[in-house]
């Protein structure tokens, strides 16, 4: 098991949630989807306090911030995951491709990619 890092600030926090909300080109109902599928997918991964911490926050409706954690941690644990699911991260970033994350985030998928 390892600890899930949620180590944004408030001012960050607000600020991705603001560019996240934002951006146009995200399909709400489809980030959740795939927020929940990785959290789904990493649970193994996670002890019980940062299953339940990552739950919550796409519980309340940061399902970028979900992603973005589970990413770390599939990277960080070198935890592969299904082609399938990494299609759907690529079609998800494409709605981020002027975010200022997007090379950070293009970077973990490429890592994602190579462990499966």
């Known amino acids: 098991m390892t600890s899930v890092k949620f180590t944004l600030t408030a001012k960050s926090a607000q600020r991705e949630l603001r560019q996240a909300n934002e951006n146009e080109k995200v399909d709400d109902p489809t980030e959740a989807d795939l927020a929940w ?5 990493i649970s ?23 992603i973005d954690t589970a990413l770390r941690t599939i990277g960080h644990q070198s935890w592969p995951i299904p082609p399938e699911l990494i299609g759907k991260l690529h079609d998800w970033l494409d709605a981020y491709a002027h975010s200022d994350d997007a090379p950070r985030l293009h970077e973990l998928i490429r890592t994602i990619k190579s462990l499966s």
Do not use: F, M
């Open 37 to 41: 599928e990785l959290a789904d997918a």
């Open 44 to 66: 193994p991964l996670l002890d019980d306090r940062d299953r339940r911490q990552l739950y919550a926050v796409i519980g309340s409706g940061d399902s970028y911030t979900g």
